[in-house]
Structures are given as structure tokens and as C-alpha cells.
């Protein structure tokens, strides 16, 4: 489903960074993939090069479902529009209320009719448990409800593929379950997902396969199991001890 | 009886705002006295109603053949055998009978017509000027605001070139480049095409609407910037295209922001319009000076046209607060 090949992303400024050194990995497609690592470990860079939120440096590729992300012929909407993202400060439309922030999209993108889009909004909010908050405005919901109008939202589109960037980072802890819960259920029911966070419980209970970076690069995948009991690298063992 | 001190206190101040306003009218009053102006507010309002005499002039030489009531009007035939003309007037302003001979020149009929003033027709060109002028202003501000921020470097230059020379010179400057120069140039162009020159209304216009543009291209580029990255992350990470981003997400946000420093944009738009009248566009302020040079009444008709410019502002502050109040999220 989504293939990468020598990804490197370099930051120009007063100072260059280099947030992506060479990274290769590939994600198939009904798989759950939990990305971790130390902040600063380019774990958001590698998420947000997948839609292009971010170029990646000349040389690697990337391909989503075939398409060649990085390549100048591509309509990169068009891959957005089959690529959800999920984002750490929700970014719901504050001038638009709960439902139009769901079918907004639909409608100007899939070019969907008024009354379809707003049945595929109303099922996809029952779905995430707001149905009742429909015509509310984002500022008066918790931010719980915030994130879960935001994977509404991008579900709408009918994405091949969910990316979610720190879902749950921004979140007063008693609404960190119902995230998590939303997210769940979407995995069971086979969405290829890729997910950066920092909720190892999540990681060990939902993902088939756990990526570990530092400094850019990857520095050790496998299951969780694995992952949590038998992790080979040494960085990983201190970054593990350090947040278990 | 801390609040009873209080609004005592609020009182005295409120009382002293209006003594210090009775007291600056106090003063000028006195002052103009003292240089001898006679103060004559009934001479304004001529200037706002015109009553004006009209005269129907015969034009040929002949006997009164008809006069005839119909409607309104009274229709007068004057000629000969020969050849004869009709003309007509409203009822009752008819000055010959049938039967008596006319020169040419002799009037047929006299009557009063109301028009409005001098004063009147420069409030309604002021209004007309500043009106096409904020509408090309914000269209163009729109997208050079736009450009200013895009990342196509020939875009983004056009719109600083654009934007720093037009905020660098003065207006007067632009005025008189617009009607000496590009109007000149255009309008000898045209003749060549015989085609008709263009009025110098329409380079104040535009010269208005270049001047305004550039301060609202940099409101737009503020209001746009101020607008969260992760809307347009969260938009464009949906599939919009950049022109569906800005039309849905950003722009309606941005909106809110710009709106009162828009405001104050097209307020000075409406002052700076008085300077037109140096290309012969007869404005509110150019009327004045005229109405002032043949009444000789200087001191009324400068309020009066300070009022009325505050008129026009002060309606327009108040329906962009309405509009504001209107686009506030409930």
C-alpha cells in the first residue's frame, strides 16, 4: 500500500537539519503501523512526506497505491484525497460547525451531492459517538471530541490509508481513551493506518508492526512483541526504560 | 455610597465634555464676530435644492395658433402658413393667448424646476467615485495580497514592486501621473482608433482604486497570515486545491480579521477623494470651493462639507460594524 525508498529530508534555515536521513519501509495495505521515537526524531517528518504535507529531498520515492507521491505529474490532491491525517491540534474549521466540517470536503472534492454527503457525515459521527453535537461549533467541543469530529472528518473522503500525527498529544488525559477508542474500532475493521504516538498501550494492543526512530532514521521495526520484550538495539532498550 | 461618589464624579466629567464643546462653539462664535462675519446659515440650503427658472423661447417668428391643455402640460403652436412649431410646458406657465405674435426668442412659457444643488451633485459624485473606487480597490488588493504571499517568485515580486511604489508616493503624485500622463497617453491612443477619450472621473477612479488596492493587499496578506497553518494543512491534507483552501477555509476566516482595518481603509479612500477635484472631477470638495467663491459664505460651507464627508464615513463605520456583528461565530 505504501512503499518507501531512501527518504531524506533536510530542513534549509540559518542552520540546516536533517530530519529524515535515508529511511526505507514499506506498509502494507490493512496494516497497523505504530511509528515511536524521542521527540525530535523526525517520526511527524517521515508522517507528513506520506501526503506530502512536507517535500522530501530529491532521490528517494514514495509510492501510495502505485502513485509516485514525489513526482511532479502527480495531482498530489487527488493523493490526498485517498491519504486521511489525523493532526495533534485537531485543526477543525472553527467558522464552520461539526457537520459542515464533515462534509465540506465531500462537497467540494468528491463533488458529492448535498444530501449524500450529509447522510455519509451523520453515520460517520454515529460512528464516533458525536452525532448529537452535529450542529455545535468546534470551540464549544472538548477536545476529545475535537479529534474525534477530526477522524470523521477525514473518513469521509473514504481514504485508502489513515495518518494520524500525535492524536492524542494535545489531550487532558481522561479524553485520551475515547480517542484511542475511535481509533481501535477503525483498526479492527482493516484500515491501514499509520500512527505516531506516544501511548504504548495503544502500540502494543492495536499494531501489527512497531517502527523505532531516532535522529532521522529508523532504528529498529518488528512486532510488538518483539518490540516490547526482546528490543535488539540498545537505543531502543534506553528509550523504553526510560518512558515504561 | 462608593457607587454614589462614583457617578457623581461620572457626572462632573460627562458635564465638563459638554462645556468644553459649548465653549470651542462659544469661542468661534465670538472670534468670528470680532472679525465681522456675518453668519448667514440660511444661504445653504440653495445649495442643496436648486430652484431653477426655466423659459420656453419661441424660436421662429409667427402668430400663437393653439394653446392646448392636455395633462400636465399645455402644448403651444406658434407659426405661419408656411411652417409652425409645438412646444410644451407645464400647465399654467403659459405667458401668450392664442392670437398673439411672437418673435423669435420671445418666451412662451415660465416656469420653476427643482434640481439639487451644487453641493448635492459633489456629495453623489464623492459617493460615486469612492464607491467604484473601494470595489476595484478590494479586488485588486484581493490578489495582489495574494500574489504577495504566493510562492511564485514573479507573482510575489509584482505585487512588492506594485505595493512599495504605490505606498511611497504621495497620492496627489499618482493623481496628477494618472490624468497628465496615462490619461494623456490613452486618450491620444484612442483618438487615433477614433474612439471617444475617457473622462477624467474614471482616471480619479482608478487612480483612487490603484491607491487603495496596495493598502489592501497588505491587510489581506496580515489577515491571511494570521490564520493557523494547520487550517490550510488540515484543508490541503483533505484534497483541496489551493483556490478551494482559500475560498472555504482560509479567506472566510481571514474575513473577520480584516474587516475593521478595511474599514478604516475605505474611510480614508472617501477623504482622499477630495483631493480629485485638482483633474476637474467636481466632488464634494470642489463644489464647495465653488459654491464659496460665489456666496462668499466661507465659514457655513465648510462645516457643511466637513459634515457631510463625517455623513459618509461615519454610515460606512457603521454598516462595516454591522457587517462584523454579522459574520461573528455564534
Not at chain 1, 502494543?204 to 512483541?225: K, L, Q
Not at chain 2, 409645438?86 to 420671445?106: H, K, N
Not at chain 2, 490541503?236 to 483552501?245: E, I, K, P, W
Not at chain 2, 466632488?283 to 460651507?301: C, H, I, M, N
Amino acid at each position: 500500500m505504501i512503499d518507501v525508498r531512501n527518504i531524506s529530508k533536510t530542513f534549509e534555515g540559518a542552520e540546516e537539519v536533517k530530519a529524515l536521513v535515508d529511511v526505507t519501509t514499506s506498509i502494507e495495505a490493512g496494516e497497523v503501523v505504530v511509528v515511536i521515537g524521542p521527540s525530535g526524531s523526525g517520526k511527524s517528518t517521515f508522517l507528513r512526506c506520506l501526503n506530502k504535507l512536507e517535500t522530501a529531498d530529491e532521490g528517494g520515492h514514495i509510492y501510495i497505491d502505485g502513485v509516485d507521491v514525489l513526482s511532479p505529474k502527480t495531482d498530489i490532491n487527488k493523493v490526498r484525497a485517498e491519504v486521511g491525517m489525523v493532526f495533534q491540534q485537531f485543526n477543525l474549521f472553527p467558522h464552520k460547525t461539526v457537520i459542515q466540517n464533515v462534509t465540506l470536503a465531500q462537497r467540494v472534492v468528491r463533488k458529492r451531492e448535498k444530501e449524500a454527503a450529509r447522510e455519509k457525515a451523520m453515520q460517520l459521527l454515529h460512528k464516533v459517538g458525536i452525532h448529537d453535537k452535529a450542529n455545535a461549533y468546534p470551540d464549544n467541543l472538548s477536545g476529545g471530541q475535537q479529534q474525534r469530529v477530526a477522524i470523521a472528518r477525514a473518513l469521509a473522503m473514504d481514504p485508502k490509508v489513515m495518518l494520524f500525527d500525535e492524536p492524542t498529544s494535545a489531550l487532558d488525559p481522561e479524553m485520551i481513551g475515547e480517542v484511542l477508542e475511535a481509533m481501535k474500532t477503525l483498526a479492527k475493521e482493516g484500515m491501514t493506518m499509520v500512527v505516531v504516538t506516544h501511548e504504548m498501550g495503544f502500540a502494543r494492543e492495536v499494531a501489527d508492526r512497531v517502527i523505532f526512530m531516532d535522529h532521522g532514521a529508523i532504528v529498529e521495526e518488528g512486532t510488538p512483541e518483539h518490540f516490547f520484550v526482546n528490543p535488539t538495539h540498545d537505543r531502543t532498550k534506553l528509550f523504553l526504560s526510560q518512558i515504561l | 455610597m462608593i457607587l454614589q461618589k462614583r457617578s457623581a464624579y461620572y457626572a462632573f466629567w460627562q458635564a465638563a465634555f459638554f462645556g468644553i464643546i459649548a465653549l470651542g462653539i462659544g469661542v468661534l462664535w465670538w472670534a468670528s464676530n470680532e472679525v465681522e462675519y456675518v453668519w448667514r446659515w440660511y444661504r445653504v440650503p440653495q445649495y442643496f435644492v436648486a430652484q431653477m427658472e426655466i423659459e420656453v423661447n419661441a424660436e421662429i417668428e409667427g402668430t400663437v395658433t393653439a394653446v392646448e391643455p392636455k395633462g400636465e402640460k399645455v402644448f403651444i403652436t406658434v407659426g405661419d402658413q408656411v411652417d409652425s412649431e409645438t412646444y410644451s410646458a407645464p400647465v399654467g406657465s403659459e405667458r401668450v393667448y392664442e392670437g398673439d405674435f411672437i418673435f423669435p426668442g420671445d418666451p412662451l412659457a415660465v416656469y420653476e424646476v427643482t434640481r439639487p444643488g451644487i453641493l448635492l451633485q459633489g456629495l453623489w459624485i464623492t459617493l460615486k467615485v469612492s464607491f467604484m473606487a473601494i470595489i476595484f480597490g478590494v479586488i485588486l488588493g484581493l490578489f495582489t495580497g495574494l500574489a504577495r504571499i504566493s510562492d511564485n517568485p514573479c507573482l510575489r515580486y509584482l505585487a512588492i514592486t506594485y505595493i512599495e511604489f504605490i505606498r511611497g508616493s504621495p497620492l496627489l503624485v499618482q493623481i496628477y501621473l494618472w490624468y497628465f500622463v496615462f490619461g494623456t497617453i490613452i486618450n491620444n491612443l484612442l483618438a487615433k482608433q477614433g474612439i471617444p477619450p475617457i473622462s477624467s472621473l474614471w482616471y480619479g477612479v482608478a487612480s483612487l482604486a490603484i491607491f487603495a488596492g496596495a493598502y489592501v493587499a497588505e491587510i489581506v496578506r496580515a489577515g491571511i497570515q494570521s490564520i493557523h497553518r494547520g487550517q490550510t494543512e488540515a484543508s490541503r491534507s483533505l484534497g483541496m486545491n489551493y483556490v478551494q483552501c482559500m475560498a472555504h477555509v482560509v479567506l472566510p476566516q481571514a474575513m473577520r480579521r480584516i474587516l475593521p482595518p478595511l474599514a478604516g481603509q475605505f474611510i480614508s479612500l472617501i477623504k482622499d477623494s477630495s483631493l480629485l477635484g485638482i483633474i476637474a472631477i467636481r466632488e464634494l470638495t470642489k463644489a464647495t470651493r465653488e459654491v464659496v467663491t460665489t456666496s462668499l459664505q466661507p465659514y457655513e460651507l465648510w462645516f457643511v462639507c466637513a459634515i457631510l464627508y463625517l455623513v459618509l464615513t461615519f454610515s460606512l463605520s457603521m454598516f462595516v460594524q454591522y457587517l462584523e456583528r454579522r459574520t461573528q461565530i455564534s
